[in-house]
């Protein structure tokens, strides 16, 4: 049973726009959601995280964006940058237990 | 430098060989975790050892042996694996099972000939 499902599987954008990858999840006990960030031949690596008594949280050019009602949280990325290309991955856990990871995105940014 | 180490970073073996691959925390970190990572799949937690114990198996196969010496080193023991265990092996770790920071090391690509 796949608890975070993650979509698109990839995503190209151009330059100065904006990449925006969502993410679902089942377990309404969820109370942390962060997202990761992999470049090829690294391991995954914490972007940024949000929990869900807040509605959005921003660092720098990233922003979660939370719908709790929905069961939904999405990242945006601003001002996209070939620096960003890489897999993201969002992660649900609730309570002491461990992240539950969805299936990522590989994000392509055109020069 | 990430603080989590793995080695080999690339390794190649028969289906009748034995091999392991190793992971070091310089973190101080208690917990550590075993995933693997399939291509288009999500991240599959295989082990956890918090303080040295093993809190978790994730109904992976036997021919997936796991070792926590201490809390700075974990090993996966391989034997007779399939091709469909060829995966990227991460190692990560947290300050305890309930941490919500994972750091990861970069892995080791593992093919299965």
């Known amino acids: 049973q796949q608890q975070v499902k993650q979509s698109p599987q990839s995503l190209i954008v151009q330059k100065g726009g904006i990449s925006i990858i969502n993410c679902a999840y089942e377990n309404t006990a969820f109370d942390y959601f962060p997202w990761y960030q992999q470049f090829p031949g690294k391991g995954p690596a914490l972007l940024i995280a949000?929990?869900?008594?807040?509605s959005e949280k921003k660092e720098g050019r990233f922003t979660i964006s939370f719908n709790k009602s929905a069961k939904q949280f999405s990242l945006h990325i601003m001002d996209s940058q070939p620096g960003d290309s890489a897999t993201y991955f969002c992660a649900a856990a609730y309570s002491a237990r461990q992240l539950t990871f969805g299936s990522g995105t590989q994000l392509t940014v055109l020069p | 430098e990430t603080g989590v180490t793995q080695t080999p970073r690339h390794l190649v073996m028969g289906m009748t060989n034995k091999k392991s691959l190793k992971c070091e925390q310089h973190?101080?970190?208690?917990?550590m975790y075993w995933y693997k990572q399939s291509a288009k799949k999500p991240l599959e937690l295989m082990f956890v050892?918090?303080?040295?114990?093993?809190?978790e198996n994730n109904s992976v196969p036997s021919r997936f042996s796991p070792e926590c010496p201490n809390s700075s080193h974990l090993f996966l023991h391989l034997h007779t694996l399939q091709p469909e265990d060829s995966a990227l092996y991460l190692c990560?770790?947290?300050?305890?099972?309930?941490?919500?920071?994972?750091?990861f090391g970069s892995g080791t690509r593992l093919t299965v000939v």
């Open positions: 949000i929990r869900p008594d807040v």
């Open positions: 973190l101080g970190h208690n917990a």
């Open positions: 050892y918090n303080f040295k114990e093993q809190t």
């Open positions: 990560a770790s947290s300050q305890d099972e309930g941490g919500r920071s994972y750091t």
